[in-house]
């Protein structure tokens, strides 16, 4: 069961501004990677869906976040069905991210009052999506998009709620484009994520990126 509803999330989404994401499949990295997150000041991180018992991981995980991390709101990304989203909801994931906009995923959240963020692209299915009840959308494949887009849809959908994940760096520059076009908050995965040369996590750099960051989002927000 989640132990946010899905007001509280959306509520620390746009307050810190920043949702990092990640998968491994080792727990013991998995759980380095969140600390070093969350000491950084984050306190949402989205787990995504991608590799076999992508579940257990997950579960082993939560339960250390909730037993040791107290405020950090762990959720699930890369769910394609909602059959993969209830399962996720079972072992207590607080927010479920998707890359595409379904609405079996969206009726299973909606029933448990869990935030749901589905990856849309066009008016048509941000529209739909908040029919739907969709607080946050994320904007996805945000690469393929710019800033000078969300600016364009808030036009005339000022009340959208725009994630973009995917084309965010954690930079003074990106993340100044993505805030001053209107976006309510960003995930950010492999370039927030750091590793070293040798292709370990480098834990102090994802910390130290965390942390600045979320500065330079608090700035901008004020």
């Known amino acids: 069961m989640a132990q946010y509803s899905r007001i509280e999330v959306a509520t620390v989404m746009q307050n810190t501004g920043l949702v990092p994401l990640f998968y491994n499949e080792d727990i013991e990295v998995s759980k380095k990677i969140v600390k070093a997150c969350y000491d950084g000041g984050a306190r949402l991180l989205e787990f995504t869906s991608r590799g076999d018992f992508a579940f257990e991981v997950f579960a082993a995980l939560n339960k250390y976040v909730i037993a040791e991390l107290p405020g950090m709101i762990m959720g699930v990304g890369s769910v394609t069905d909602a059959a993969a989203a209830s399962l996720y909801m079972q072992l207590g994931a607080n927010f479920i991210v998707t890359p595409v906009l379904r609405e079996d995923i969206a009726m299973v959240c909606n029933r ?79 370039k927030l994520i750091a590793k070293t040369k040798d292709g370990n996590y480098d834990l102090e750099k994802i910390k130290m990126l965390t942390k600045t960051s979320i500065e330079i989002i608090q700035k901008l927000k004020n």
């Open 112 to 190: 448990r009052k869990v935030l749901w963020s589905p990856g849309c692209a066009t008016l048509t299915e941000i529209a739909k999506a908040e029919e739907l009840g969709c607080e946050i959308v994320k904007l996805f494949p945000g690469n393929a998009y710019d800033p000078s887009y969300v600016k364009a849809i808030k036009g005339p959908q000022p009340w959208t709620s725009i994630m973009p994940t995917g084309g965010v760096e954690p930079t003074q520059e990106s993340l100044e484009s993505w805030f001053n076009a209107g976006v309510t908050c960003v995930g950010i995965g492999s």
